[in-house]
């Protein structure tokens, strides 16, 4: 029971952790991905957590987690607490990051990975420490059942997240509904593929929106015409 009150917790650390498998990566979409000399994909930055990982973890048991005990005892419950809060910081680098690029900037990918070092640590006091704490407290009988307990805390954090969006609406075009678009026009192509054509707001005379779609009806590009000068201009004003 004590440490169902842990797990609590360490659900909603999951519920926020695994933002970086969804809203961080359609954040990368919107950002300058060249970074060591590469121009990365969106979902290939997600390497950077287990990379991270696996520097992280020797240099906090080695290094951070002594030169800590010599100021205060640190205890399991003491390092999930300041995984917790570490969290934060990392989340706010992100929410900055958003905040410019839909002011119309292009903020370079290192911001993220930035946010990714932040939140790796946390992963690590949190996630590592909780496992371990886990096992070593329950009764010999019931440690499997624990440790399922625990892997549960991760479902419940995501059916949170869930919960959470449910109340967030957000108005998607469906293709196949072009009256929800006024004069959205649809021109099908030979191959059985067909774009979708709109006039932006803002954007007088002509399609401005293009929205290529192929015969299973998977989105495959957008043009949207003007868009670079709109981000300039946002950009100078800002």
């Known amino acids: ?6 797990f609590v917790f360490v659900a909603v650390f999951w ?6 498998g969804s809203a961080w990566v359609l954040q990368a979409e919107n950002m300058d991905r060249t970074w060591l000399g590469i121009t990365w994909l969106a979902p290939q930055l997600q390497f950077i957590n287990p990379v991270m990982i696996l520097i992280l973890v020797p240099l906090t048991g080695f ?6 005990n010599k100021v205060f005892k640190l205890t399991p419950l003491r390092k999930i607490c300041i995984g917790l809060f570490i969290m934060v910081p990392g989340f706010a680098i992100v929410s900055m ?16 990975v ?10 690590v006091m949190v996630s590592i420490t909780c496992l371990e704490f886990s096992y070593t407290q329950a009764p010999r009988k019931i440690k499997s059942f624990v440790m399922a307990t625990f892997l549960a805390s991760v479902t419940l954090g995501n059916l949170f997240t869930g919960a959470v969006f449910s109340f967030i ?7 196949n509904q072009e009256a ?14 067909y774009t979708v054509s709109m006039p932006w707001v803002g954007f007088m005379g002509g399609d401005s ?17 003007g868009l670079p000068e709109v981000k300039m201009g946002l950009a100078k004003i800002k």
Not at 15 to 20: G, N, S, V
Not at 180 to 193: F, Q
């Open 209 to 225: 929106v293009r929205v290529t779609f192929n015969a299973e009806g998977v989105k495959q590009a957008i043009d949207v015409k």
């Open 1 to 6: 029971l004590k440490l169902g009150i842990i």
């Open 63 to 68: 290094v951070i987690y002594p030169v800590i």
């Open 169 to 175: 609406t957000i108005d998607m075009f469906d293709p």
């Open 15 to 20: 519920a926020l952790f695994d933002q970086t």
């Open 97 to 112: 990051v958003q905040n410019w690029i839909d002011a119309g900037a292009t903020p370079s990918i290192g911001w993220q």
């Open 180 to 193: 929800l678009v006024e004069d959205g026009t649809r021109s099908e192509n030979p191959d059985g593929s």
């Open 114 to 123: 930035f946010a990714y070092a932040i939140l790796t640590t946390s992963e």
